[in-house]
C-alpha cells in the first residue's frame, strides 16, 4: 500500500521547479530507503527534465517575460535540480549500485 502510494505521489510531481522547492527533502529522504526506490525516483526525475520548458534549448515564452528573465529562471532551476539530484545520490542506501 505504502509503495503504491509513493508512486502517486510521484507522478504528480511534474515539474523542475516543484522537485526543487517542494518535494527534495521528500525525494532525499525516500532515496535514503532503498535501492529501488532511487531508481524509480531518478527515472522519474529523467523524465520530468526532459519534459519541462524551462529545460528546452529555447524554452517557449510562457510568459511575457524578456529572455534574460527566462535564461535566469532557466539557470536558476539547473542549479537547483543538480544540487537536489546529486543529493539523492548522497542519501542513496547503496551508492555504490547506482554508479
Known amino acids: 500500500e505504502e509503495v503504491s502510494r509513493g508512486m502517486s505521489y510521484l507522478k ?7 522537485i526543487t522547492t517542494k518535494y527534495c527533502n521528500l525525494l532525499l529522504y525516500t ?22 520548458y ?7 515564452s510562457v510568459y511575457t ?3 534574460e528573465t527566462e535564461n535566469l529562471l532557466r539557470v536558476a532551476n539547473m542549479d ?11 542519501e542513496s542506501a ?6
Open 12 to 18: 504528480r510531481i511534474d515539474s523542475i521547479s516543484e
Open 80 to 90: 537547483s535540480f543538480v544540487e537536489c539530484g546529486i543529493g539523492l545520490f548522497f
Open 54 to 60: 524551462l529545460c528546452a534549448p529555447f524554452p517557449p
Open 31 to 52: 532515496c535514503g530507503s532503498s535501492i529501488d526506490a532511487t531508481r524509480i525516483v531518478v527515472k522519474h526525475l529523467t523524465e520530468v527534465h526532459d519534459k519541462d
Open 65 to 67: 517575460l524578456n529572455e
Open 94 to 99: 547503496s551508492k555504490t549500485k547506482l554508479n
